[in-house]
Nanobody, 128 residues
Framework: QVQLVESGGGLVQAGGSPRLSCAAS????????MGWFRQAPGKEREFVAA????????YYADSVLGRFTISRDNAKKTVYLQMNSLKPEDTAVYYC?????????????????????WGQGTQVTVSS
C-alpha cells in the first residue's frame, strides 16, 4: 500500500516555475513507477509525465515536453514535477500516481488504469 500527498501548488503567474512534490508513505516506494496527471475544469484527467522505478526512464505528454521535468528521490520517497514557462492552459488539479510496473522503460505508460495508487491532488492556477 502506498499513500501519496502532493504539495507545491497555488497561484502562479504565466511564465512562472513552481515545483510540485509528491511524498509517499510505505517502505517500497523505490519499486514503483510514478506519474503525474492533471485535470482542468470541465475536462477529463490527462497524463502529464512519468518516471520509471529506477529513475532511468521518463516520458512526457507533448503539451509539456521541454517545459516540465519529472524526477524522483527514492531516499526521500518523493517524486517531483518541475514546471517551467507555465501557461494559463496549464491550470488544473495535478495528481501524482504510483504504478507497480517494473519495466525498464516508462514510455507509453499514460493510461490511468496503469496506475494503482493516487494522491488527492494539488491545484495549480496560472494567471495571465
Amino acid at each position: 500500500q502506498v499513500q501519496l500527498v502532493e504539495s507545491g501548488g497555488g497561484l502562479v503567474q504565466a511564465g512562472g516555475s513552481p515545483r510540485l512534490s509528491c511524498a509517499a508513505s510505505g517502505r517500497t516506494f523505490s519499486s514503483y513507477a510514478m506519474g503525474w496527471f492533471r485535470q482542468a475544469p470541465g475536462k477529463e484527467r490527462e497524463f502529464v509525465a512519468a518516471i520509471s522505478w529506477s529513475g532511468g526512464s521518463t516520458y512526457y505528454a507533448d503539451s509539456v515536453l521541454g517545459r516540465f521535468t519529472i524526477s524522483r528521490d527514492n531516499a526521500k520517497k518523493t517524486v517531483y514535477l518541475q514546471m517551467n514557462s507555465l501557461k494559463p492552459e496549464d491550470t488544473a488539479v495535478y495528481y501524482c500516481a504510483a504504478s507497480r510496473y517494473r519495466g525498464p522503460s516508462i514510455v507509453g505508460r499514460l493510461r490511468e488504469n496503469e496506475y494503482d495508487y493516487w494522491g488527492q491532488g494539488t491545484q495549480v492556477t496560472v494567471s495571465s
